[in-house]
């Protein structure tokens, strides 16, 4: 069992981490850009909310796959295949959870507005400078509950995490699909002991968001 919530826990962590890299500067493009394109791109990176997690975790097993379109591009890498690997389980994490990093991230740029920009560069910062000392402070409260929600959101993942990983003992195994396989084989004490862990830190979660945005929700922009 502790292999189990290990494989959860890096799963959920390495998640949360490449997200922020990736949601913040999205973000803020999204949340600056009037082009049709970020239009599209940011229709595009909410699509998991509302796709059911078997269809994306389908389509990722086929690019990930041996056979895959993405097969030639991980060659160059030495890789075979992605299916069925804990490094598949991240690149399935990192889309399926992309909503609920971005959307915190881009309100948040959103709320900042130009008026902080145009402050730093009477003071001659740089674009760049001016994002890092300003802006990322600014909306350090996003970062912070983009991350929490990202890492509590991949924890429960299963659709996804079945389709791509399948759930193998120390290397795809997670707790969502323990659970599964444990009502499967008739443990339903075991069940109910990995549910009962999971809505507990469920709840934990959302009221630590939930206490991030009231001590910042006064913070000014």
Known sequence: MAGIIMTTVELAA??????????????????RSRHWLAEVVGAIALLPLVLPPTVLGFYLLIALGPEGPLALLLGFFGLHTL???????????????????LQPIRARF??????????????RASPLDAFCSVVVPLARPALLSAALLTF????????????????????TQVLSTSIFEAIEA??????QQLAAGMLLFSLLAILGIRLLDRRFSRLPV
């Open 186 to 191: 008739g443990d339903t004490h075991t069940a």
């Open 83 to 101: 299916a069925f690997t804990f490094s598949g389980l991240v690149v399935g994490s990192v889309i399926y959870s992309l909503p609920f990093a």
């Open 14 to 31: 390495v998640t949360s981490a490449i997200l922020l890299l990736i949601a913040t500067p999205l973000g803020w493009w999204l949340a």
């Open 110 to 123: 959103e709320a900042i507005g130009q008026r902080p920009l145009d402050a730093a560069a009477s003071l």
């Open 152 to 171: 509590a959101h991949t924890v429960g993942e299963f659709g996804v995490v079945l389709m791509i990983g399948g759930s193998i003992p120390g290397r």
